[in-house]
């Protein structure tokens, strides 16, 4: 295996037994970094503090990563006006901020014969909408309700 010290000096190839000595005799830890190359690299440092340095490694890819959530508005066949047009803005605020957007519209009863309202509504609500997001998912039945999928518009470079 090839051996590198704290300092990041290589001290060779060497033999198991002759890593696992040398590590002991300066008080520290032999650690296997990279066992698929060839030969494996092994360090010799303080272990507590290369798990330390690993954790705080993962704790900033984590901080950097982004998460998407799906936000939901709901409407029925006969949403007034002003009722949409204030789901409509609290939709684009959350597609603005990076979310997914679900506008879903819910049947009841004899609405079921009607499924056209909900259909105009949701394209409306696509119109509305095109400039800041993409429809993921076109107008689906699921059930007695019938949905829709925004997504942000990717930036243009």
């Given amino acids: 295996m090839r051996v590198i010290d704290e ?15 040398r590590a002991r005799e300066e008080g520290k830890d032999l650690v296997e ?34 998460t998407v959530e799906v ?5 029925r ?5 002003h009722d949409y047009g204030y789901r409509m803005e609290r939709a684009r605020g959350w597609i603005a901020g990076g979310d997914k957007v679900r506008a879903t519209i ?22 509305d909408l095109i400039d800041i997001a993409d429809v993921e998912v076109t ?4 059930g007695y309700q019938m949905f829709v999928i925004f997504v942000p518009k990717k930036a243009k470079v």
């Avoid at 300092?7 to 696992?20: F, K, S």
């Avoid at 936000?71 to 409407?75: D, G, L, S």
């Fill in 7 to 21: 300092d990041g000096e290589q001290l060779g190839v060497m033999d198991t037994r002759d890593a696992v000595q």
């Fill in 33 to 66: 970094v990279a066992p698929n190359a060839k030969p494996p690299v092994c360090r010799i440092i303080d272990y507590g503090k290369f798990l330390y340095e690993e954790k705080k490694k993962a704790h900033e890819a984590k901080k950097k990563q982004v």
């Fill in 71 to 75: 936000k939901e508005i709901k409407f």
């Fill in 77 to 81: 066949p006969g949403t007034d006006d």
């Fill in 106 to 127: 819910a049947f009841r009863g004899r609405e079921m014969t009607h499924r056209e309202l909900g259909a105009n509504l949701l394209a409306k609500l696509r119109d």
């Fill in 139 to 142: 107008p689906k039945m699921e």
